[in-house]
């Protein structure tokens, strides 16, 4: 238990101005929580839709902090002591994953078994430690004959973000199983909203649709059309 005492619970946000951090964000202020996010260094001031995303984070206290630095986390969560983690923070693009494995590994790997490490040194200097969640991907499930997916389907990741997420999945229910941590997984599939940046496919198509309706473009070029995917709401989603 937290050493709060208080009814107000804290929730430390990694990534907190991406789609997720931002409903998850606002989510939990609407319950009283107090929220704290952090954001890639240099990113604050950004021209880009994340840099307008933090319209959207009235109420949600800011602290720059890069995923893969590991004494930087450790002094957050010794300052912060929030109840609850939510882990948001990383490499999303599967596709731009190629281009930059090593780098994908470090953040979406290495970064959370530093995280956990940090979480037991936490506890034992406090007597507890704050949950934790690790937000996993269907890509780990890669090729699979399995429809639906469940829990235990196996891993088959088809790409060097696919394979970090496996990786950091099996961390989550090791460091549980192995170190009695409430941490928690949960896999999550393709999901959007209009706070998407223009890369990710749907908001692609769209930006697409209206260049085409406006005369400033005439078609829109795609990758693999064969590929299916189940699709939810963001905001949905932070909710669950």
């Known amino acids: 238990m937290a050493s709060t005492g208080a009814s107000r619970r804290t929730a430390l946000i990694t990534g907190v101005a991406g789609q997720d951090g931002v409903y998850l964000a606002r989510h939990l202020l609407s319950l009283g929580y107090h929220v704290v996010g952090t954001l890639r260094p240099g990113s604050r001031w950004a021209p880009t839709t994340l840099g307008r995303a933090y319209a959207y984070l009235d109420g949600v206290t800011l602290v720059d902090l890069d995923q893969r630095?590991?004494?930087?986390?450790?002094?957050?969560?010794?300052?912060?002591?929030?109840?609850?983690?939510?882990?948001?923070?990383?490499?999303?693009?599967?596709?731009?994953?190629?281009?930059?494995?090593?780098?994908?590994?470090?953040?979406?790997?290495?970064?959370v078994l530093r995280m956990f490490e940090e979480l037991i040194r936490f506890r034992d200097r406090h007597g507890w430690a704050p949950r934790f969640f690790q937000p996993s991907s269907s890509e780990m499930f890669g090729v699979t004959d399995q429809q639906p997916q469940t829990e235990n389907t196996p891993?088959?990741?088809?790409?060097?973000?696919?394979?970090?997420?496996?990786?950091?999945?099996?961390?989550?229910?090791?460091?549980?199983?192995?170190?009695?941590?409430?941490?928690?997984?949960?896999?999550?599939?393709?999901?959007?909203?209009?706070?998407?940046?223009?890369?990710?496919?749907?908001?692609?198509?769209?930006?697409?649709?209206?260049?085409?309706?406006?005369?400033?473009?005439?078609?829109?070029?795609?990758?693999?059309?064969?590929?299916?995917?189940?699709?939810?709401?963001?905001?949905d989603y932070a909710r669950a």
């Not at 630095?69 to 002591?81: P, S």
């Not at 609850?84 to 281009?99: D, H």
């Not at 999945?169 to 999901?191: C, D, I, K, P, Q």
């Open 69 to 111: 630095d590991h004494e930087g986390w450790a002094a957050v969560l010794e300052g912060l002591r929030p109840d609850e983690v939510y882990n948001l923070a990383g490499f999303t693009s599967v596709g731009a994953s190629w281009g930059a494995a090593e780098t994908v590994a470090e953040a979406n790997g290495m970064a």
């Open 155 to 235: 891993h088959h990741p088809r790409s060097p973000y696919a394979a970090t997420k496996s990786f950091a999945h099996h961390l989550t229910v090791n460091y549980r199983e192995s170190y009695g941590l409430f941490t928690a997984t949960g896999t999550l599939y393709n999901h959007e909203s209009p706070l998407r940046p223009p890369h990710f496919v749907t908001r692609k198509i769209s930006a697409a649709v209206a260049a085409i309706s406006l005369g400033q473009a005439e078609s829109v070029t795609l990758g693999n059309l064969d590929v299916r995917r189940d699709w939810g709401f963001a905001g």
